[in-house]
């Protein structure tokens, strides 16, 4: 398989996209090691990057957003893979609204799943393309972070960058951690 490839710089440090025929399939932080790689050759097998200006319009859609057009990575076509519970997980994620947050048990329940809320979280945790499939915006029931693949500091800036565009308020506990 061949996937087009490209770096973006961002406010928050070097993205790295990768595209098949169908769309956006991986997407991570420089920084954070080769989990999307790993993730592509188990889905596709060996896969070969080809350097592309502007993988699946991401780069582009990307641009826009941290230009404070936060809806913006909302048109970019996704290719993720998963299972068929993944699958239902991470396309609930894109219906949450830049700006706002939902607790895991809020994602739970959307998909239809009350009682899975470890299984909501261990997807969200899963999802190839973040930013594109916002997990970012799922907290804590309590409104403290909880995890995220690219770091508790680019989490709490997305969603202190979300929350500006819209001009809206961190979640008060987000805020509170966010001033130390």
């Given at each position: 398989m061949i996937l087009q490839t490209a770096k973006v710089r961002t406010p928050i440090g070097v993205v790295v996209l990768?595209?098949?025929?169908?769309?956006?399939c991986g997407l991570d932080f420089e920084d954070t090691g080769q989990r999307t790689l790993?993730?592509?050759?188990?889905?596709?097998?060996?896969?070969a990057a080809r350097e592309a200006r502007d993988p699946a319009g991401?780069?582009?859609?990307?641009?826009?957003?941290?230009?404070?057009?936060?809806?913006a990575?909302?048109?970019?076509?996704?290719d993720m893979g998963g299972t068929p519970f993944q699958r239902r997980v991470w396309e609930t994620l894109r219906i949450i609204p830049a700006g706002k947050t939902?607790?895991?048990?809020?994602?739970?329940?959307a998909v239809g799943a009350p009682r899975a809320v470890r299984a909501v979280g261990a997807a969200n945790a899963r999802n190839p393309v973040s930013l594109?499939?916002?997990?970012?915006?799922?907290?804590?029931?309590?409104?403290?972070?909880?995890?995220?693949g690219g770091g508790l500091e680019r989490k709490r800036w997305l969603l202190?960058?979300?929350?500006a565009a819209n001009g809206s308020a961190l979640p008060l506990a987000m805020a509170q951690t966010a001033a130390l």
């Amino acid at each position: 398989m061949i996937l087009q490839t490209a770096k973006v710089r961002t406010p928050i440090g070097v993205v790295v996209l990768h595209a098949s025929e169908a769309g956006l399939c991986g997407l991570d932080f420089e920084d954070t090691g080769q989990r999307t790689l790993e993730w592509l050759e188990r889905r596709f097998g060996a896969c070969a990057a080809r350097e592309a200006r502007d993988p699946a319009g991401a780069g582009t859609a990307l641009a826009a957003y941290f230009d404070g057009e936060v809806s913006a990575l909302d048109a970019v076509v996704v290719d993720m893979g998963g299972t068929p519970f993944q699958r239902r997980v991470w396309e609930t994620l894109r219906i949450i609204p830049a700006g706002k947050t939902w607790s895991y048990s809020d994602l739970a329940h959307a998909v239809g799943a009350p009682r899975a809320v470890r299984a909501v979280g261990a997807a969200n945790a899963r999802n190839p393309v973040s930013l594109m499939v916002p997990c970012h915006r799922v907290i804590a029931a309590d409104g403290t972070l909880g995890g995220y693949g690219g770091g508790l500091e680019r989490k709490r800036w997305l969603l202190a960058h979300e929350a500006a565009a819209n001009g809206s308020a961190l979640p008060l506990a987000m805020a509170q951690t966010a001033a130390l």
